[in-house]
């Protein structure tokens, strides 16, 4: 594949040929935007000059993100703010000012600016962006996450930005379009599923609160593909004897509801999230954001659910990728908009992973799934359950590992440090002895998601059973609704207050610790471990243990 052409920008389209009049800047390097090669890369056929030509002349958009007018500071993630406390922390009218001013100058155009979440659109032609941003897009086809092949833009090497812009913009996203995550769901094979269950059964199991059923709460829900008919969730809800939660779809950066008529495809993730979590919190509002599968659109669907008002009790995030994949950029712009939602009062459910340890990446190493392990992230980890669907009366509840590719993510990041509040954690792994990670450990909780044992849902008129840990994150996002009914606001970032109750080796109140199992490297302890992070629920101890603050 050729490189990053920074230090040679004679590319076709780069410099002067598509830019028309418009001013060339002057570019210094934007850090942490190093991209490596997409798995096995190959040019398109017609990926000849003609073929950079037309290229070249398409019209795009892509993401800018700015730099906060202030940091953060820690205490702030332990209250709720008001979109005026937080407009502290977005970007400053003469950033904004500024970005856009540069932008327009130099021949792009500015089609959305959102200085709460620091964010800026632009429009031009892809000539016209690669000499913005001091690099070359190429039209390839590459293996994506979930091992389809794909057409896409293609870039590698580092980007640079305007010199006037020096630590202002710290992330230029979409211009490589490669999709930048996987759905993390499987499908119990024909004949292995020995039980399943729905998810009223695991409202039962987990003991969700009684008297509440997430009246007043909105869950958000986060897709990169796929789509859902109302007949079907008129059906499932219907087969279930609830009347069914209103389920709105929103389009971002041009995606929208658009069910293929796939069961085992995106619409599976889809009506998986929609209906674990609309089953569990039937009296919550339920908006379904749908964003391209590319770095730009994941971070404008989670900022655009994050700063929506009302703000939303829990965004359930299903889809993911191995850190190691993303670029350092995307996970920083992405982790600050994790941190946005949690000043929000907001609390983001993320799947762990399906892949064991290794999260499928197949260098021998293990690798944690992002964005679960964003420190501001709930990560959801899965188990295989044996339990009586009608009493809720558990016989066995274990690790979720059938195989390597089969088996729940979790494990240690090498991408954010250890918290505050998992200093007393520790991790398994291989013969031992137990040690203190060295970095953020991977996942927070769990739920059932061993496909064996799996979901019964409906996807494209066919009723099935999925598993995987994309169905905890929607069971915890309802969990979370039905406890801010409860407490009657938002809970936010909730670790603090889990970590809080822990006892370190010992189980924590308002869970049920999981202690036999493992997902490749890492055993279940008594206490947090690697596979199952805490346990799993009991959701009426839950509301009872939380700090009533």
């Known amino acids: 594949m050729n490189q990053n052409t920074e230090s040679n920008p004679a590319q076709p389209g780069a410099r002067g ?111 016209l962006l690669c000499t913005i941003f001091g690099t070359r897009l190429e039209p390839v086809s590459s293996v994506a996450p979930d091992q389809q092949t794909v057409a896409h833009r293609h ?164 889809w993911g990728q ?37 999260d499928n990446a197949g260098d021998g190493r293990n690798h944690a799934d992002f964005p679960a392990s964003s420190p501001h992230a709930l990560a959801c980890g899965g188990t295989r359950l044996s339990a009586d669907p009608v009493t809720g009366a558990v016989n066995s509840e274990t690790v979720w590992n059938d195989s390597s590719h089969s088996a729940t993510g979790g494990g240690v990041s090498d991408a954010f440090p250890l918290p505050a509040w998992q200093q007393h954690v520790t991790v398994l792994s291989g013969a031992g002895p137990a040690s203190v990670p060295q970095g953020r450990g991977v996942p927070d909780v769990a739920a059932v998601a061993d496909p064996q044992t799996g979901y019964r849902v409906r996807v494209d008129g066919s009723d099935m059973v999925i598993g995987g840990t994309s169905a905890v994150a929607p069971l915890w996002a309802a969990l979370i609704a039905r406890l801010a009914q409860s407490r009657g606001k938002g809970l936010g970032l909730l670790q603090p207050a889990l970590y809080g109750l822990s006892g370190g080796g010992a189980a924590t109140p308002g869970f049920r610790d999981i202690t036999d199992g493992n997902n490749g490297s890492y055993h279940a302890t008594p206490g947090w471990d690697a596979c199952t992070g805490l346990g799993v629920p009991d959701g009426t101890a839950l509301l009872a243990a939380l700090p009533k603050a």
């Open 322 to 358: 191995s850190e190691d994949a993303w670029t350092a950029q995307a996970k920083t712009a992405f982790d600050n908009a994790l941190v946005d939602a949690a000043l929000l009062g907001v609390t983001v459910t993320v799947a762990a992973g399906d892949n064991g340890s290794a």
């Open 17 to 127: 040929r598509h830019a028309g009049e418009a001013e060339q800047p002057q570019l210094v390097p934007l850090p942490g935007s190093t991209r490596e090669p997409a798995p096995q890369a190959l040019h398109r056929p017609a990926a000849a000059e003609a073929g950079f030509e037309a290229l070249y002349n398409e019209e795009i958009s892509v993401t800018l993100v700015l730099r906060r007018a202030q940091p953060v500071p820690d205490e702030a993630l332990g209250r709720i703010l008001s979109r005026t406390e937080l407009a502290a922390y977005g970007a400053s009218p003469a950033d904004v000012e500024l970005a856009t001013s540069t932008m327009t100058r130099i021949g792009a155009q500015v089609t959305e600016v959102d200085a709460a979440s620091r964010r800026i659109r632009i429009t031009g032609q892809v000539g």
């Open 155 to 318: 870039r590698t090497g580092g980007l640079s930005i305007p010199a006037a812009l020096e630590g202002v913009v710290v992330a230029v996203l979409g211009l490589d379009d490669r999709p930048t995550a996987r759905a993390q769901f499987h499908f119990a094979p024909a004949a292995a599923g020995s039980v399943s269950y729905t998810p009223l059964d695991l409202g039962r199991v987990y003991n969700f609160p009684a008297g509440t059923d997430g009246t007043g709460q909105v869950i958000a829900i986060l897709e990169l593909g796929g789509g859902f008919a109302a007949a079907d969730l008129d059906a499932y809800f219907g087969s279930l004897g609830i009347q069914g939660p209103a389920v709105t779809a929103i389009g971002v950066d041009g995606a929208a509801n658009a069910p293929g008529q796939d069961p085992q495809g995106a619409d599976g993730e889809v009506l998986l999230d929609i209906e674990v979590a609309g089953a569990l919190a039937p009296g919550a509002a339920i908006k379904v954001y749908f964003a391209p599968n590319t770095d730009a659109g994941f971070l404008d669907a989670l900022s655009q659910a994050a700063h929506d008002s009302p703000a939303p009790a829990a965004i359930s995030i299903s």
